[in-house]
């Protein structure tokens, strides 16, 4: 099946003032979507969280309106992020946990309101009630990444290593695909494929505890990624 991975989209209510408002976050959306065009049809759209960027529904509504919008019936796999209420996402985006083309999603929320980095431990509480002999392939959704080029506090994953531990237990394939450092990011570790999907919004460049806000036009865009069934067969990254 094919995904097209977005993540960070960060949409509000218009009556509201977004920390970035030299930037259209609405329009940026809006132009990702059309670059995408060349590149389906979709089996899927994955949305890795920061749905909004005011924790509004309005603004998830908005995100959703766009989505299906542009690709009607499509499924679409969202979790929230740091800047999401969980409920309000929920009240948009049904919980896209269970079983999808012979892959099981494991869609989580790693936020915590009012704090910028993940938490693990729904993550882990969600896998615990799986088999871990089970070998069946497992497509983990959150927001926060367990892997990714930053180790600066707001970006990383408390309790990181319970959640790496349970994941080596599981005998069955895991693709972890997951958002919030507005980079793309891909690492193979042992049966786990991790994949961080670029915002957007506005994208950030990292290197361990340092980060800035990338060059104006660059880094922003989606993935596409073709999983097979067992495994990820390919991984593009488009900017737009």
């Known amino acids: ?35 995408t065009r ?18 509004s529904v309005v603004g998830a509504l908005a995100v959703h309106e766009r989505l299906t919008a542009a690709y009607p019936g499509v499924p679409l796999l969202v979790v929230p992020g740091n800047h999401d209420l969980t409920e309000s996402v929920r009240e948009v ?13 494991v869609a989580v929320a790693t936020n915590v309101r009012d704090q910028i980095e993940g938490e693990a431990a729904a993550t882990v509480a969600a896998l615990d009630e799986i088999d871990p002999a089970d070998p069946t392939p497992l497509l983990v ?10 180790r600066h506090e707001w970006f990383v994953l408390r ?36 994949l961080g999907g670029p915002a957007s919004y506005y ?7 340092a980060w800035d806000f990338a060059p104006a036009g660059t880094g922003t865009g989606f993935q596409v ?16």
Request: aromatic share 6%; no cysteine; hydrophobic share 40%.
């Open 225 to 240: 990624i073709d999983l097979g069934p067992e495994r990820v067969e390919s991984v593009t990254v488009v900017e737009a």
């Open 203 to 209: 994208a950030i460049e990292h290197a361990g505890e």
């Open 1 to 35: 099946m094919r995904l097209l991975h977005l993540s960070d989209t960060h949409l509000h209510d218009p009556q509201w003032s977004t920390y970035h408002p030299e930037i259209d976050s609405a329009a940026r959306l809006d132009a990702v979507l059309a670059a």
């Open 141 to 150: 959704l959150q927001h926060h990444p367990l892997r990714s080029r930053s």
């Open 159 to 194: 309790d990181e290593d319970a959640l790496a531990a349970r994941l080596d237990t599981q005998i069955g394939p895991v693709v972890l695909l997951s958002g919030h450092t507005h980079q793309a990011f891909e690492l193979v570790e042992g049966h786990v494929h991790h």
């Open 93 to 105: 985006f049904p919980d896209p946990s269970g079983m999808f083309r012979g892959w099981r999603v």
């Open 38 to 55: 060349e590149h389906g049809p979709f089996d899927a759209i994955v949305l890795t969280g920061d749905v909004t960027d005011d924790y």
